[in-house]
């Protein structure tokens, strides 16, 4: 057995010590370049025991113990949320027990309301309806104590081949027990809506939507309800939601050769900026594939997925999904700024020209990835402001020179606008998280700032006049006019490179606590990009396991997983008349 088998079979207070004994001790005595791959020995991140391929089931443990669960390689958070809430609903249906749903405090948990007299009854249903398929039912008011149990929590754990990430109660239908007094039913804990209403309010139909915001905008899937729990509040938000991707295969002959004819046209690049040109900027180590992964598991509610590129597709892609469209150089720039461009300001510039774009979306690069779910209003505030995360770290304040890094420049041209138009200084940068935009904000700016845009979109690599339009100019733009507001986000970001970042991944796969990821890498020595390739590639599986319906793979894997069993009552039908739906922007 290997060093690193057995570290992963370690507890992780032993394997962090370890660890971090290490790091103090061992690394700072070693060549800068093998760091990483001892940091990587020492802080092993895939599965202690990984399942068989051909598994139906795994033992996996969890933050919550030991426990079964069914796999399926492709499987969703939206999806089994969704198959938790149709088997219970569908076995107090076959019972006759009259239920109807409520919204819940978490956007990834269910609920449906059943009579406190009929508690020993229903009890007894679960109990038999979990022996199947490896369910379970645990008290979750109060703890422990089944026979006066006000909520209960009901699930099918699911896993990956690999048993890298469970979903398990975090998604469970949660069935709790409202008593009737006075004329009303009164509910064990506090909702969103009410926690108490008539006994005579109306039952109505409604869709799923409707309870919550992690759902896809068109979801029909209707359940029974209660008619004020069908009310708009103000905090909905109701406007569709996009995302923008840009990608580059820098591994690619032919834009590879169309980088080097750029580079000789453009004979300032080598001494004007080292960083301008450099290759990590244009390395695709699969990325793409796992944030497309995570924004399909943690942000269902996303309308539509735009992809834009020079002309590029991975292999996986599949290009077919109703979601997905992929977006040319071309389309974007028209006859303005200079193709071909490797100048991701120059791009970011352009966004706004998609056509079909929603005015609220989301620019994400490839290697920003969503750590968790999540929902609209953490990028947007109902009324459709944008949400911006600043950094703790400062913009220099010295003025822009000849050895400034091209961010930094860019940065220090913002701040010339911001001061000149606003009167105010730019003093911090932006995270490097998904950036909330507005369309027509975009378009406000480059119809103001016309002459610094358009001298970006034509610079074909990063350039010292440069602005940083997505992700820095249009936010302080926006707030300072009033149509953005200060967010807060948990948020890691971690460089590839340094000895620590094993360590910050294990601790991540451990947690999953925050909303969202960048590894990010820089210009290093060659001899560590094997290892940082290696750690991507460990970590980016174990983290997002299952495939997502972007993948042409997700085809095949989905054909074997064991299909969810529809209900013909309930699922796959028209929505009748009288449904209430969610408003439609």
């Known amino acids: 057995m290997t060093l690193r088998q057995v570290l992963r079979l370690a507890p992780w207070p032993v394997r962090r010590r370890l660890f971090e004994t290490v790091e103090a001790r061992v690394l700072p005595r070693v060549a800068p370049e093998r760091r990483l791959r001892i940091a990587r020995t020492f802080m092993p991140l895939g599965p202690a025991r990984p399942g068989r391929p051909d598994a139906t089931t795994l033992r996996v443990r969890t933050t919550a113990g030991v426990l079964t669960a069914r796999v399926d390689p492709a499987a969703s958070p939206a999806e089994i949320r969704r198959s938790n809430l149709d088997r219970v609903v569908r076995a107090l249906d076959e019972a006759g027990v009259d239920w109807f749903r409520v919204p819940t405090r978490s956007p990834v948990r269910t609920a449906v309301a059943v009579a406190e007299s009929g508690r020993d009854e229903v009890l007894r249903l679960l109990r038999k309806l979990v022996t199947t398929d490896h369910g379970s039912l645990r008290v979750v008011r109060p703890e422990r104590r089944r026979r006066t149990a006000e909520v209960v929590a009901v699930c099918w754990p699911v896993t990956d081949p690999g048993g890298s990430l469970v979903l398990g109660h975090d998604l469970a239908c949660e069935v709790e027990f409202w008593r009737e007094r006075d004329g009303r039913l009164i509910s064990p804990r506090r909702n969103p809506v009410a926690d108490s209403i008539p006994v005579a309010e109306p039952v109505t139909v409604a869709a799923e939507p409707v309870f919550g915001a992690f759902s896809a905008p068109d ?65 695709s180590r699969d990325e793409l594939r796992y944030s497309l992964r995570a924004l399909h598991c943690f942000a269902p509610w996303v309308r539509r997925v735009f992809l834009v590129t020079d002309d590029q597709v991975p292999a996986w892609l599949d290009q077919s999904h109703p979601r997905l469209t992929v977006v040319s150089h071309r389309e974007i720039f028209g006859d303005t700024g200079r193709l071909p461009t490797f100048n991701s300001q120059a791009i970011e510039s352009r966004l706004h020209r998609i056509p079909g774009l929603a005015e609220h979306f989301l620019y ?83 119809e103001r700032f016309f002459e610094q845009v358009t001298a970006t979109a034509g610079h074909q690599f990063r350039h010292p006049d440069d602005i940083s339009l997505l992700s820095s100019l249009q936010q302080y733009y926006a707030y300072l006019t009033g149509r953005a507001a200060p967010g807060r986000i948990r948020y890691l970001y971690t460089d590839l490179a340094q000895p620590a970042t094993p360590l910050r991944l294990a601790r991540l796969l451990r947690g999953r606590n925050v909303d969202a990821f960048c590894l990010n890498d820089v210009d290093v020595h060659s001899a560590a990009v094997a290892d940082q390739e290696a750690l991507v590639a460990e970590f980016l599986p174990a983290y997002l396991p299952f495939t997502s319906p972007f993948e042409l793979q997700h085809r095949s894997v989905r054909a074997i997983a064991a299909p969810r069993q529809p209900n013909p009552e309930r699922d796959d039908r028209p929505v009748p008349p009288d449904v209430a739906l969610p408003p439609v922007a």
């Open 364 to 446: 994400l690069n490839d290697d920003v990835i969503l750590g968790r779910p999540v929902t609209p209003d953490l990028f947007f505030t109902p009324g459709g402001l944008t949400k911006f995360f600043a950094s703790a770290a400062r913009v220099d304040t010295a003025p822009r020179g000849p050895a400034d890094r091209p961010a930094d420049s860019a940065a220090k041209n913002n701040r010339r606008l911001i001061q000149e138009t606003f009167g105010r200084t730019l003093t911090r940068k932006m995270m490097h998280t998904p950036h909330p935009s507005r369309r027509g904000v975009i378009a406000e700016i480059e």
């Open 219 to 283: 979801e029909v899937t209707a359940y029974r309800t209660r008619r004020v729990f069908t009310t708009v509040d103000p905090d909905r938000i109701d406007f569709p939601v996009d995302v923008v991707y840009t990608w580059v295969d820098g591994e690619d002959p032919e834009w590879r050769r169309r980088k080097a004819r750029a580079l000789a046209e453009n004979t300032w690049v080598g001494a004007g900026s080292r960083q301008a040109a450099n290759d990590s900027r244009y390395v």
